[in-house]
């Protein structure tokens, strides 16, 4: 059971212009979101994050869409570059505490290539 | 900077060899870690809570016998597989929160490959 996924496989996109990489959920259970961003043969690197008290947040190039009725989020990158070309994972988890705090729950992953 | 250090980064065995991988937290204290594998163009999976001073917690299905995990220290802890096999080369990933409230941060991770 899926319970995070990113439908989107890979995306391609010219330098310069916006990047958005989708993702879906499925239990509502899950109060804080994370995109992390992931080179081959490293481990991810933590973009930004947002709770699900709020709709949006904002860093630098980077913004997280929450929307928590259609249980989707959405990482947007504004504006595109070829560095930004990586695997971008999305993970939710159960922020509230207990046996659960702190295990995050990963999508599949969306190749991002960002072309000059 | 990085502020988790996992090694080795890669390693080879023999099948039915036992392999050690070391996840530390760089100048923070976690009495929890996280260990995660990935298998290629697949999703990251939790494999295992590691608990400072007492007994990992496993997720269903990861065989607690064969991915033996030792949290020694505040910020030490170990996955040792054993008894490897080619079925679990794979990439293994180690994370811990720097404190409460704050993301987790993953290490580079360490690719097994079992021959």
């Known amino acids: 059971d899926q319970q995070v996924k990113q439908n989107s496989p890979s995306l391609s996109v010219q330098e310069g212009r916006i990047s958005i990489l989708n993702c879906d959920y499925t239990n509502s259970m899950f109060d804080y979101f994370l995109w992390y961003k992931k080179y081959p043969a490293e481990g991810p690197t933590f973009l930004i994050s947002i709770s699900s008290i709020k709709d949006k947040n904002e860093d630098g190039r980077f913004t997280v869409f929450l929307n928590k009725s259609a249980k989707h989020l959405s990482l947007h990158i504004v504006p595109s570059q070829p560095g930004d070309s990586a695997v971008y994972f999305c993970?939710?988890?159960?922020?509230?505490?207990?046996?659960?705090?702190?295990?995050?729950?990963f999508g599949q992953g969306t190749i991002l290539t960002v072309h000059p | 900077g990085a502020v988790v250090s996992q090694h080795p980064s890669w390693v080879i065995c023999k099948s039915g060899t036992s392999v050690k991988i070391e996840c530390r937290s760089l100048?923070?204290?976690?009495?929890?870690m996280f260990w995660y594998r990935q298998f290629p163009k697949q999703s990251l999976m939790l494999m295992a809570t590691?608990?400072?001073?007492?007994?990992?917690?496993?997720e269903q299905g990861v065989e607690k016998d064969k991915f033996l995990i030792n949290h020694a220290s505040l910020t030490l802890s170990t996955l040792t597989v054993t008894s490897a096999h080619p079925e679990d080369s794979s990439f293994y990933i180690c994370s811990a929160r720097r404190g409460a409230g704050s993301p987790l941060h993953f290490g580079n991770g360490t690719r097994l490959t079992v021959t």
């Open positions: 993970a939710a988890s159960v922020r509230a505490g207990g046996t659960s705090y702190g295990k995050l729950t």
């Open positions: 100048d923070f204290q976690a009495t929890t």
């Open positions: 590691s608990n400072e001073g007492s007994k990992a917690t496993y």
